[in-house]
């Protein structure tokens, strides 16, 4: 069995990060690249960041971010928001970024997820799935879009099928109703699409406490995502990973 990563996630607007419960009342938290300096110390295995406005305003992701954070951490970053087309991901890519994440142009276009995978590989490609509580489908999780802000009307598990189909390489799987809470990650969801699918699954959104971590990893998630625990300090990635190998989870050192 692969080891889990504990990946922090740097929801980034304005070139700063930011923490919001379900995507909204965003607050200040600081720079990208102190951040990223600070994870890295701790021992973090990768970490993601998200322009979570870019879609919304109908922009691209910051490049400039992507090249101060490449220049100064050693560890692989995914970066998404606002990616439309392989020319988009590319760019990211050549700033240094070591994965692409894609959300809503894939739901509006999913030819995108074929088209990306064949340019830049499936390794390199991360198709970040938003989901919230919707009895209407089938799994009982609809898709969102534009930061969450928007129900694509997409039975989660399905599109999730579709997606790895389509050559994801991985999925990045945050619960808008979980999201900021604190309350533990969305284990339903999770163990639904990780046994849809071949490709990793991370979990993310809603990690509040120690005890959280291991039954994502338990309901099926490959890695672990968290943010405002980390941010604020309440938790670090070091005391994330020895209660992880405590479950019986193997990590990286």
């Not at 100064?72 to 590319?90: L, Q, T």
Request: hydrophobic share 45%; glycine share 10%; aromatic share 4%.
């Amino acid at each position: 069995m692969a080891a889990v990563h504990v990946i922090p996630c740097l929801d980034v607007n304005g070139g700063r990060v930011v923490k919001g419960v379900n995507f909204v009342d965003l607050q200040d938290k600081g720079d990208p690249v102190e951040f990223a300096r600070r994870y890295v110390a701790q021992g973090a295995d990768e970490l993601v960041f998200l322009d979570i406005s870019a879609t919304v305003e109908e922009r691209g992701t910051t490049v400039d971010m992507v090249r101060r954070v490449a220049a100064e951490i050693p560890i692989p970053f995914s970066v998404g928001g606002g990616v439309r087309s392989v020319d988009d991901a590319k760019k990211l890519l050549e700033a240094g970024a070591t994965k692409v994440g894609v959300n809503s142009a894939a739901i509006q276009r999913p030819e995108l997820v074929t088209e990306l995978s064949e340019a830049i590989g499936p390794e390199a490609l991360v198709l970040a799935i938003d989901v919230k509580v919707d009895k209407a489908q089938d799994s009982g999780y609809t898709v969102l879009t534009h930061g969450g802000k928007t129900s694509a009307n997409v039975d989660a598990v399905a599109w999730a099928e579709e997606v790895a189909s389509r050559g994801a390489g991985s999925i990045l799987l945050t619960s808008l109703t979980a999201d900021g809470t604190l309350d533990g990650y969305d284990l339903d969801i999770t163990a639904q699409i990780a046994a849809a699918v071949q490709v990793p699954v991370i979990a993310s959104g809603g990690a509040g406490k120690l005890e959280d971590f291991a039954p994502a990893v338990q309901a099926g998630a490959a890695h672990v995502l968290a943010a405002s625990v980390f941010h604020d300090g309440t938790l670090t990635v070091q005391d994330v990973k020895e209660t992880l190998a405590a479950a019986g989870c193997e990590v990286t050192e």
